[in-house]
């Protein structure tokens, strides 16, 4: 007998709010309603969850902190599992570092480098949560996540698993995980550094950020991804000129052209118009076509 995504969290004991407005659960601000965003406060709550909902033939997505996210109009008709609430603590081992998804990323990089270990500075000013990091293999500044990982541990058909670096395949804003794969955390390995260093490498990454790019505007960070190396998407699309082209309350931003930035009232399909707008005339002037970095829900 099919059962509800309120059967099945109340019997997991899982934490669950209903009919949520994603345009409060991602920082471009836009997003219909979700049926469900559920809460499981450990790994086994986690996977327990997972395989309920795909056992009574309910969709759901992991939702990290909504920096990559597009998420359409909506409704939609799925479960976010999010692991901001998982327990499980950060652990420090020699140059190792163990840490559950839900937690934030930059938190991690300042912590790291308060402790004297080096390695993931440049991925400070990065606003998601480390499992989203894991998901996008995020990076910046020289540094990618896939670099110091050891190993990522999955909710994957139906158990945890901890998967080994040599067994997955990142690249450039790609990792192996799919749509099915939960990641519950990650193992990192570090080197010894020098915690003024490190904070001042830091600092010097976040000024830089706040002078190239609209840090302060709803944005989901660079919208496309570059098309290859010596290529920046940014640089393409402000040559052709479009920087502060608008669509309802949707605008190219004039401070980093690579971004689209909402205002309070933008609709996900005015970011949608924009987006095909920018495509489209990158692809007549320059032959090129750009390939997504956000994620798109709909
Ligand atoms: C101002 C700004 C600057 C940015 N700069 C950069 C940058 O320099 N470099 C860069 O790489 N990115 C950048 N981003 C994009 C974004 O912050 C990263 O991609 C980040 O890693 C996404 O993490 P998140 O937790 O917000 O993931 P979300 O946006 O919540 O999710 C992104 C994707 O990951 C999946 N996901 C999330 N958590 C998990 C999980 N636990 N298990 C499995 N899948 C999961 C989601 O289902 C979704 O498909 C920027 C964004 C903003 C707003």
Known sequence: MPKSVEEICAELDVAARFHQPMRHLTSLRTGGEIACV???DTPEKAAALVARLEEHGLRWSPLGYGTNLLVADGPLDRVAISLRQLKTPVR?????VKVPAGYSLPRLVNQCADRGLSGIEGLAPIPGSVGGAVKMNAGSHGYEIADVIVSVDVARERRIVTLPRETLDFAYRH???TERDLILGTTLQLRPGNPEASRAEIAEYRRHRAATQPVRDNSAGCIFKNPGPGLATGRIIDELGMKGETIGG???SPVHANFIVTNGSARAA???????RIRSRVREARGIELDM????WE
Do not use: H, M, N, W
């Open 38 to 40: 559920a809460f499981p």
């Open 175 to 177: 990792s192996p995980f």
């Open 293 to 296: 970095e956000v994620e798109v």
């Open 92 to 96: 420090f081992e020699g140059c190792q």
């Open 270 to 276: 005015d970011v949608f118009a924009l987006i095909e």
């Open 250 to 252: 949707a605008t190219i």
